[in-house]
């Protein structure tokens, strides 16, 4: 049984799905401006193993996850550039993809974008309206907060403390709300900002009313699973909470996950802060993978501290499961003995017990540094039984098992074949080195192993360039 920590409950609550077999679920994406940071990858690369594991539980789950494609941020930098909103997030969206792709994050069974459902949005605020939890003023609809009896249920805040917080909104000009809590469904345009059409006037939807919405249209009315990173609970997640429970009168999604934060020097790495690593760098510097086994070996709700020591110590750590690997491979292939002896398939049967401890971790709450532990266990006894004179079945076996480990977790056993930005560099510094003291034979071979990774060279009077074929 999957135990799933529910920020609802602040407990441990049995995963009990609405429909048998089915898990629905709905974790909010980046809004695209920019190329994610490491810290957005986090909720990706934690939510994908979510679903991977479901999956291997033989759910069937369908999972959605939105890119915010309308926003300040996305006008502010097409305005910088003298472009469309459009064209900034869809450039951003490709980038996003191919990121997801490098850590191995499998596409979303939907990925919807805010603007592809604003007429939704729109009908969702007109019933709220019809119901009494809206309002609209000069253009402006807000959601009558108090109106929602269970307001703050997630975030576990109350009203009037919320109240006291929120005074310096009344000075900030807000003040044609009935209530300093209420919060924006849909605002008027601003010149030089894109806009529909509403039976309000011509503007755009807030943010929150995205999420209830699109979850709406690709899961239905209840889900099973929402998540997301743990800045969201509030105010974001409560509001979605507020917007589709006042709508549908049914509770919206039955179990809450959120992820902590991925600090640096244990400061939140954020945008604003200018701390960040995007992962295209990281990408540069190390294989992807290495990023998502970083990420995993913390448990998702312990904060996380990147630094280059601990991505060095997980270069290190999936090595040894890649040399396991590798090791069974090469005994696969040279094995003389086809067959289990009865010794081996003894050995096979003790296996059973590091699964069953992969799925024992994973279970309470997705203890994905537990289920590492377990991988290095099994790699460790891999180790220690599978030698040359072992059958081609043993080491077949065993070599399966740890990448079927490995796949739930979404770890890639192989080794990447291809180059790093890092090492392409420096390779092409060496050649320079081989020019300038005349040997050109080194200097060609390089330029030739470089080729045959599909890597060109272009000598130019700026220096070398270099691309992918
Ligand atoms: P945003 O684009 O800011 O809306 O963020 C997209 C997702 O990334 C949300 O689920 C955030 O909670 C999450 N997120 C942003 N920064 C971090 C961080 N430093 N660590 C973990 N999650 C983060
Ligand atoms: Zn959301």
Redesign the pocket.
């Known amino acids: 049984m999957i135990r799933i920590y529910n920020t609802l409950s602040k407990k441990k609550e049995d995963f009990i799905p609405l429909e048998e077999g089915k898990v629905r679920m709905y974790v909010?994406?980046?809004?695209v401006y920019n190329f994610i940071?490491i810290?957005?990858a986090?909720?990706m690369i934690v939510f994908d193993t979510v679903r991977r594991y479901m999956e291997h539980k033989g759910y069937e789950v369908n999972f959605v996850s939105n890119f915010?494609d309308v926003d300040d941020k996305i006008i502010k930098k097409a305005n910088e550039e003298g472009v469309s909103a459009e064209k900034i997030s869809g450039r951003y969206i490709e980038e996003c993809k191919k990121d997801m792709e490098g850590m191995n994050i499998r596409p979303a069974t939907t990925h919807p974008l805010a603007t592809q459902e604003i007429d939704g949005m729109i009908d969702m605020i007109s019933s709220l309206m019809e119901k009494g939890y809206a309002y609209a003023v000069n253009g402006t609809v807000y959601f009558r907060t108090r109106r929602f009896e269970e307001y703050g249920k997630l975030s576990h805040k109350n009203l009037d403390d919320l109240q006291a917080g929120s005074r310096s909104l009344l000075i900030s000009g807000e003040d044609e709300k009935e209530d300093p809590l209420d919060f924006v469904l849909w605002k008027p345009k601003k010149e030089g900002e894109p806009y529909w059409v509403s039976p309000w006037g011509d503007g755009r939807p807030g943010w929150h009313i995205e999420c209830s919405v699109l979850s709406r249209k690709y899961l239905g009315e209840q889900i099973d699973i929402h998540g997301?990173?743990?800045?969201?609970v509030f105010p974001h997640h409560e509001n979605e909470i507020a917007q589709s429970e006042a709508c549908s009168g049914m509770e919206f999604a039955r179990y809450w996950m959120h992820?902590?934060?991925?600090?640096i020097d244990n400061r939140?790495?954020?945008k604003s802060l200018g701390n960040f690593f995007t992962v295209r760098e990281i990408s540069e510097k190390y294989d992807l993978q290495i990023l998502r086994f970083f990420m995993l070996n913390a448990h998702y709700r312990s904060p996380l501290n990147f630094s280059a020591e601990l991505m060095e110590a997980s270069k290190n750590a999936l090595e040894r499961i890649r040399t396991a690997v590798d090791n069974l491979k090469y005994i696969t292939e040279h094995a003389s003995a086809c067959e289990l002896t009865e010794e081996e398939a003894k050995f096979i049967k003790e296996t059973d017990k590091f699964e069953a401890d992969f799925d024992r971790s994973m279970d309470d709450d997705f203890n994905t540094a537990d289920a590492i532990a377990a991988v290095f266990d099994l790699v460790k006894f891999a180790n220690t039984h599978a030698a040359e004179g072992s059958s081609r079945a043993f080491a077949q076996a065993l070599s399966d098992k740890i990448q079927s480990l490995c796949d739930i977790l979404g770890i890639i056993t192989e080794k990447k074949e291809e180059l790093l930005d890092a090492d392409i560099e420096e390779l092409i510094e060496e050649r320079q080195a081989a020019r300038k003291a005349k040997n050109f034979a080194r200097a060609d071979e390089i330029r030739n192993l470089l080729l045959e990774k599909g890597i060109i060279l272009e000598d130019t009077r700026e220096g070398v360039k270099w691309k992918r074929a």
């Open positions: 909010c994406g980046p809004t940071h810290g957005n986090r909720p915010t997301g990173g743990e800045d969201l992820n902590a934060f991925l600090n939140k790495m954020s």
